[in-house]
């Protein structure tokens, strides 16, 4: 009885050493539980893009930093600004990033399911180009005729062009949204007509009007 006894306290033991050393490698931490690191960690998004990739990786010793090892998918990004833009796409490591027309700062924030996070700033700028208006046949309209054809030109210039007039009196008697236009007025003060591209570039043109001719 003894001996039966005593070979139960031992088996018993045994199990208890194996369902701990079960229990502990259950418990080791993983690569990349001392967070996650987003690539570029800072952008500079200005309005003529309207999409950024980001990738994250675990900031672990693995030698393959986006291993699965380092990281336990699915990920989750997040903005803390929708009104800036979304996440409007990922997968596996990467996102895709879609910026709105306001300019800020956006974070996006990643975490995988161990809840390592990882951040990036995208930084929202407007238009780093101006538009240029010319006036065919010239910004001065000839006597007896009341219109004139304007034209925006500009580097990534973006459909649709807004115009509007500035001062003065008249009209657009066609092109409104395209990057020409046709300008009707009477008025022999100077008007100024500005155009702006889908990207908020802008840009002016005084048109006059010719005096008659003595």
Excluded at 24 to 40: E, F
Excluded at 154 to 171: K, L
């Amino acid at each position: 009885m003894k001996m039966m006894r005593s070979a139960i306290c031992t088996l018993a033991f045994s199990v208890s050493i194996v369902l701990t050393g079960i229990l502990l490698t259950g418990c080791d931490d993983t690569d990349g539980t001392d967070g996650l690191t987003v690539s570029p960690s800072s952008y500079t998004m200005t309005s003529e893009e309207t999409t950024k990739s980001f990738t994250a990786s675990g900031s672990g010793s693995s030698s393959n930093a986006t291993d699965s090892t380092d990281l336990a998918l699915p990920l989750t990004w997040t903005t803390s600004n929708d009104g800036l833009g979304s996440i409007t796409h990922s997968d596996g490591w990467s996102a895709v990033y879609t910026r709105g027309s306001a300019n800020g700062n956006n974070t996006l924030t990643v975490r995988d399911q161990y809840g390592n996070e990882g951040y990036a700033t995208v930084k929202q700028t407007a238009a780093t180009y101006t538009l240029t208006l010319t006036a065919s046949p010239s910004a001065e309209i000839p006597f007896g005729s009341d219109t004139v054809t304007i034209t925006a030109t500009g580097t990534d210039a973006q459909a649709p062009y807004a115009w509007t007039v500035e001062s003065g009196n008249g009209s657009f008697t066609g092109g409104q949204g395209t990057a020409t236009v046709v300008y009707k007025t009477t008025d022999l003060a100077a008007s100024v007509v500005k155009c702006t591209d889908a990207n908020g570039a802008s840009g002016t043109i005084s048109i006059t009007h010719a005096s008659p001719t003595p």
